[in-house]
């Protein structure tokens, strides 16, 4: 065995270690597996902005500059594209991990199609979100066409972030005065 399929046996074999005990654990206690992310911003600046903590950074998300925004802050839509890169990503890499495939690169793109006639309720008719949006994987390797659409598969199955956009949560929304 190689040096590189050694290491990629090796990372499968720590990953299956690494989840086991979750797993059972979930087998056994179904609820244990059901955990609350949480995400918090700041509306206290005088701007149209709002300052969100991501757990490694404070992000200024602001207005786009179709809507009239500055385009110094961080778009939402953006943001969302990123979150879907970075699952997606995280989610390939652990996938091929898990299947031993040798992967020795590769990038992650995301683009989406925004009407901003929606979003500044020029168009009643026209949409507010993402009309489409493409998910696409550029790859460093030389595995056959078949584990590659196992890999992408499999990613998309277990891709947290693009499951939520294709098979949207229950969702409500409140406001408190404080």
Same mark, same amino acid.
């Given at each position: 065995?190689?040096?590189?399929?050694?290491?990629?046996?090796?990372?499968?074999?720590a990953?299956?270690?690494?989840?086991?005990?979750?797993?059972?654990?979930?087998?056994?206690?179904?609820?244990?597996?059901?955990v609350?992310? $949480?995400?918090?911003?700041?509306?206290? #600046?005088?701007a149209?902005?709002? $300052?969100? @903590?991501?757990?490694? &950074? =404070?992000?200024?998300a602001?207005?786009?500059?179709? *809507?009239g925004?500055?385009? =110094? @802050? &961080?778009?939402? /839509?953006?943001?969302?594209? @990123?979150?879907?890169? %970075?699952?997606?990503?995280?989610?390939?890499? %652990?996938?091929a991990?898990? =299947?031993?495939?040798?992967?020795?690169? /590769?990038?992650v793109?995301?683009e989406? #199609?925004?009407d901003?006639?929606?979003?500044?309720?020029?168009?009643r008719?026209?949409?507010?979100?993402?009309r489409?949006?493409?998910?696409n994987?550029? =790859?460093?390797?030389?595995?056959?066409q078949?584990?590659? #659409?196992?890999?992408?598969k499999? *990613?998309?199955?277990?891709?947290?972030?693009?499951?939520?956009?294709?098979?949207?949560?229950?969702?409500?929304?409140?406001?408190?005065?404080a």
């Amino acid at each position: 065995m190689d040096q590189p399929a050694a290491k990629q046996a090796s990372d499968a074999a720590a990953l299956r270690e690494m989840q086991a005990p979750l797993k059972a654990k979930y087998r056994d206690a179904p609820e244990a597996a059901v955990v609350t992310l $949480k995400a918090q911003g700041d509306l206290s #600046d005088g701007a149209i902005a709002c $300052k969100v @903590e991501t757990g490694r &950074a =404070l992000v200024e998300a602001g207005l786009h500059p179709a *809507t009239g925004g500055s385009g =110094l @802050e &961080a778009c939402s /839509g953006d943001m969302l594209l @990123e979150a879907l890169v %970075a699952c997606a990503g995280v989610t390939l890499k %652990a996938v091929a991990t898990a =299947l031993e495939f040798k992967l020795d690169g /590769g990038r992650v793109h995301a683009e989406g #199609d925004l009407d901003f006639r929606g979003t500044l309720g020029v168009d009643r008719n026209a949409p507010v979100g993402f009309r489409a949006i493409r998910l696409n994987f550029d =790859l460093d390797t030389d595995e056959p066409q078949d584990r590659i #659409d196992t890999l992408l598969k499999l *990613t998309e199955r277990y891709c947290v972030v693009l499951q939520t956009l294709r098979n949207p949560a229950e969702f409500s929304a409140a406001i408190k005065v404080a």
